[in-house]
């Protein structure tokens, strides 16, 4: 019967692949409630009509797709919220217009989360429709608001009974049990604009707290003329700073570099460049030592500057953090204590702040995704730290799985991201294995 249920996913390819473009072209960036909504019911009245069990939370911001029987249940949690486009110049297509271009598709949301949220449930629809019995129960969560504050999971867990153990397909293979925090710190100036260049009277760049900008404004005005000035950069997903190249650094190196400014401003700018060429927050004075807790690599911190914008003399910088596991809030707040002390600025955390994830490994369902995973690719599997953050952290016994495999590039958070047609389809055989191995006798 498992022969048969693989056989038939094969044959969903081009649905697989024609559903993401649908999902994809749906500009459900995370401030867009209204488009979130909309992509929402694209996959949860999907799976209505193919017969499964769903469910909306009242806020209609998350769907809940239940199938089969049992004591235990497994989770499988993915989101169809989006980061902005970036810098729409550097998009070889219309972001939410997605398209399938050499062996791959391309678009907002392909690899994150929308090409796997689509997989799901293709592998749940086909697995409805045969006579199966199950000695497991799957939950499959879709949430809307990943990118920001998670009022989606707040929603869910008000709601609903979370399952046993689980997965997000929102990273790599193999594994990743080990997760850095997150955490955007917002930091408040009040600077004197007034330059030997000219006033300052526009300075902005980012419009993600985790994403590494790829573009920078800059005005100023000398003597009655406007100076208008671009920054372009290079943008990526925050855990991966050195993947792109920070627009928001280069301006403010060229406003350093040619101008001569009042304390207020440069105190900012000094601190803003403190972060040039350093991402892992020494500079700043995080603690990067150690570097293992019992074996395991925990890695180092990462800490980065996203969004800048002046707003007449108030000058707000957002600093997005994922921190490693062992570091709390409290250690940051100290970093930022110090730091206001001796910069002259005020902060204060967002909401959405996430302590790091660890999970331990010695679990036979983690050691089943292994299994399965190498038996589909040939590949090594293992355990690993990702620097990324997920919905691994909103459950139990949760862990990060794919949907990317080993060696593939990583164009979360980027202009013109992407997911290969090869990789959906492994995900394909990978999830629906191992989803297959878990829920029936």
């Known amino acids: 019967m498992k022969n048969e249920f693989l056989k038939l996913l094969r044959e969903k390819e081009n649905e697989i692949i024609q559903n993401s473009i649908e999902l994809i072209n749906i500009p459900s960036i995370t401030v867009n409630r209204k488009e979130c909504e909309r992509a929402l019911r694209f996959v949860i009245e999907n799976m209505k009509s193919e017969g499964l069990q769903t469910y909306y939370t009242k806020d209609m911001d998350c769907g809940v797709v239940e199938l089969g029987e049992g004591e235990e249940t497994l989770g499988i949690l993915t989101h169809v919220d989006v980061v902005d486009i970036g810098d729409l110049e550097k998009w070889n297509t219309k972001p939410f217009d997605a398209q399938k271009k050499d062996g791959f598709i391309i678009g907002r949301g392909a690899v994150d989360d929308k090409c796997p949220t689509v997989i799901i449930m293709t592998i749940l629809n086909v697995l409805n429709s045969l006579n199966l019995k199950y000695k497991r129960k799957v939950q499959f969560i879709v949430g809307t608001s990943e990118e920001e504050e998670w009022t989606d999971i707040k929603s869910y867990k008000n709601e609903f009974t979370p399952p046993n153990f689980g997965f997000t397909p929102d990273g790599e293979f193999p594994v990743y049990n080990i997760e850095s925090g997150y955490a955007d710190v917002i930091l408040e100036f009040v600077v004197d604009t007034d330059t030997n260049f000219g006033i300052v009277k526009v300075m902005e760049s980012g419009n993600s707290s985790n994403t590494i900008p790829s573009a920078g404004t800059l005005q100023i005005i000398k003597k009655g003329q406007d100076f208008h000035f671009d920054f372009k950069g290079k943008s990526s997903h925050s855990s991966l700073p050195e993947n792109g190249n920070n627009a928001l650094i280069k301006m403010c190196k060229w406003l350093v570099e040619n101008s001569e400014m009042d304390t207020s401003l440069k105190n900012a700018i000094d601190l803003i460049l403190l972060m040039d060429n350093c991402y892992y927050g020494d500079t700043l004075g995080f603690d990067n030592l150690d570097l293992y807790i019992n074996e395991d690599y925990i890695g180092k911190n990462i800490v980065n500057p996203t969004i800048l914008k002046l707003e007449g003399?108030?000058?707000?910088?957002?600093?997005?953090?994922?921190?490693?596991?062992?570091?709390?809030?409290?250690?940051?707040?100290?970093?930022?204590?110090?730091?206001?002390?001796?910069?002259?600025?005020?902060?204060?955390?967002?909401?959405?702040?996430?302590?790091?994830?660890?999970?331990?490994?010695?679990?036979?369902?983690?050691?089943?995704?292994?299994?399965?995973?190498?038996?589909?690719?040939?590949?090594?599997?293992?355990?690993?730290?990702?620097?990324?953050?997920?919905y691994a952290k909103a459950l139990p016994n949760s862990v990060c799985w794919g949907p990317l495999l080993e060696g593939e590039e990583d164009t979360c958070h980027q202009e013109n991201e992407k997911m290969s047609v090869e990789s959906i389809i492994k995900c394909v055989e990978i999830y629906g294995s191992f989803i297959y191995d878990m829920l029936v006798e």
Request: aromatic share 14%; proline share 3%; no cysteine.
């Open 313 to 390: 003399n108030k000058l707000t910088l957002n600093i997005n953090i994922r921190q490693r596991f062992g570091v709390t809030k409290d250690d940051i707040n100290k970093v930022f204590k110090k730091l206001s002390d001796e910069y002259e600025f005020d902060y204060r955390f967002t909401g959405g702040f996430l302590d790091p994830l660890y999970v331990n490994s010695n679990n036979p369902v983690f050691e089943k995704m292994n299994t399965v995973y190498e038996e589909v690719t040939k590949n090594k599997g293992g355990f690993q730290l990702t620097r990324g953050t997920s």
